[in-house]
């Protein structure tokens, strides 16, 4: 009989512990799980933040043969200087000549191509205008969104000059 009670509570001593592994389970599961979501917001946040910057650099280089003639310099220079990786030399004298900058997104009827257009409107009442082509994916995600929101198929991409 004795045996009995013994055999009773080494199986309730057996339980506990695999109840107590499958918590440390279920802990491990739950903590991988956690890594993963968070890498994979990093890398949505890097990868956004890559294609602003290219972006950048193609609206920058659309602006740069206008803003190049105006104030007399190379467009190497102007690039840099929009994508403030230049001497910031030029800041003064560009905010003398330039009124405003206006950059938007459209798309055709069947949504692509999409058309970035670049708009330089100088001080002195003239303007300059350039156009390319992007691919959906080559858009930085806020003005993604508003394409997608937008019915007029045209939206305003948040852009300005150094200052």
Known sequence: MSNNAGDVKNSVEVSNY??????????????????????????????????????????????????????????????????????????????????????????????KPLEVTATLKYKDGTSSSARSIFSFDDLPEKVREDLIRSEGNIVKCSWSLPS
């Open 18 to 111: 695999d109840l107590f592994s499958n918590l440390w389970l279920i802990i491990g599961i739950a903590g991988s799980i956690g890594i993963l979501v968070v890498l994979v917001i990093l890398f949505v946040k890097w990868s956004n933040s890559e294609i602003t910057k290219e972006f950048d650099k193609r609206v920058s280089k659309m602006l740069s043969t206008s803003l190049a003639s105006k104030l007399n310099t190379s467009e190497s220079d102007i690039i840099a200087l929009l994508t403030r990786t230049g001497s910031s030399e030029l800041i003064p004298k560009m905010k003398t000549l330039v009124d405003s900058v206006n950059v938007t997104a459209s798309r055709s009827a069947g949504g």
